[in-house]
């Protein structure tokens, strides 16, 4: 089966997955740009040689836009099936224009969505690109309903397990006490607990939230925040709460991570909003219990209350607070939180993803395309 996917980025849970799906299929994948503005440079990967790469070196707008008509000329009949990582790019607008126009069938591929309240001429703009596509594949329940929101058919959305794991990187059981008092020295970690959270250093994340949260939280748990160098504003905060456990680590690679996930208690991701949330997979690869919010995809498929963590609202550090002191103050329930948080993660592999890619590419070729 030749496939052809259009994405923005080769970033590297993308280009993991690739060179996964290269394995089983004749894949291309077409690249608008190599990087993000806003991204550390560390923050993409090279692929396998499973598949064919283009980069377009498309005109860049913005951080991560851009625009080319240099991708036309893939955009034909050769490939059983075409698949567009995301509508919202200029490339992928003029991708979805003309495939529309040439009556060529696409699959649009979205990490995620939240339905908003927006005016009528932004949502009729969505619903042009989204409802183009002839299938559409959506990471859970909350895309599903925003892709359909928008346009596409719920009997032609399939869903995948998106993820940025490994079967290797899913741990088979809890770390060990011992283990994580030696990766803790390790680390130079001094506190008793350790309470981890992962992204870059912008207001959508919430950090302010979670330090607000922390101002109360015994000086005996370290709260480790990883994602790059935090601004003056995150600084202001903790000398404003009086906080003295709170530390700031710059961006890690992967494998640098791990070794705090591992050596954490508890992960909290207080966004604001993230249309999927990968590090929440990460943590629970770790055996982490989570606590993140009502705007955040992973956490919405992935986490249930009182079993391996909790959802909370948006901009409510007390209601952060309240889930941080109840699960690192109960010890058992910490430990059941660890060990369902490894039981459900543990079919999100890029193998698992791969996997079910092509089973839903096969079926749409024998269904809609022959």
Not at 102 to 108: A, S
Not at 138 to 164: I, M, N, Q, R
Not at 211 to 216: G, N, R, T, W
Not at 276 to 304: F, H, S
Request: charged letters at 30%; proline letters at 2%; one cysteine or more.
């Amino acid at each position: 089966m030749k496939v052809l996917y259009i994405t923005n980025l080769p970033s590297p849970y993308k280009v993991r997955f690739f060179s996964e799906l290269g394995k089983l299929c004749d894949l291309t994948v077409i690249y608008e740009r190599r990087s993000a503005s806003d991204r550390n440079t560390k923050w993409t990967e090279q692929g396998e040689e499973t598949f064919k790469e283009i980069y377009l070196n498309a005109h860049e707008v913005g951080t991560d836009n851009s625009w080319s008509f240099k991708v036309l000329k893939y955009l034909n009949r050769s490939y059983d099936c075409i698949v567009i990582g995301m509508y919202s790019t200029i490339t992928s607008m003029i991708s979805i224009t003309y495939m529309k126009t040439k009556k060529i069938p696409f699959i649009l591929s979205t990490d995620g969505g939240f339905i908003k309240e927006e005016g009528k001429g932004k949502e009729k703009f969505k619903k042009f690109f989204i409802s183009a596509a002839d299938n559409w594949l959506s990471t859970g329940k909350v895309t599903t309903e925003y892709l359909c929101h928008y346009g596409a058919d719920l009997k032609k959305t399939a869903v995948y397990p998106f993820t940025s794991l490994t079967e290797k990187d899913i741990l088979l059981k809890p770390v060990s006490i011992e283990e994580k008092s030696k990766l803790r020295n390790k680390l130079g970690i001094k506190e008793e607990k350790v309470l981890i959270s992962v992204g870059q250093f912008i207001y959508r994340k919430g950090f302010d939230i979670l330090l607000e949260a922390c101002k109360s939280v015994d000086n005996k748990v370290g709260v480790y925040i990883i994602g790059g160098q935090a601004s003056k504003e995150y600084r202001d905060l903790c000398e404003q709460y009086k906080i003295t456990n709170v530390h700031f680590i710059d961006f890690m690679e992967k494998q640098e991570l791990l070794e705090y996930y591992k050596a954490s208690d508890l992960f909290v991701l207080p966004t604001r909003e993230d249309v999927w949330g990968l590090v929440v997979n990460e943590a629970m690869a770790c055996g982490l219990p989570i606590i993140t919010t009502d705007r955040c995809i992973a956490g919405l498929e992935l986490i249930e209350n009182e079993k391996n963590g909790y959802i909370v609202p948006t901009d409510d550090p007390k209601a952060v607070n309240e889930k941080i002191v109840r699960i690192l103050g109960d010890k058992k329930l910490k430990e059941n939180m660890s060990i369902c948080s490894l039981e459900k993660i543990k079919n999100y592999t890029f193998l698992n993803m791969a996997e079910t890619h092509i089973r839903i590419f096969q079926g749409i070729f024998s269904n809609s395309y022959s």
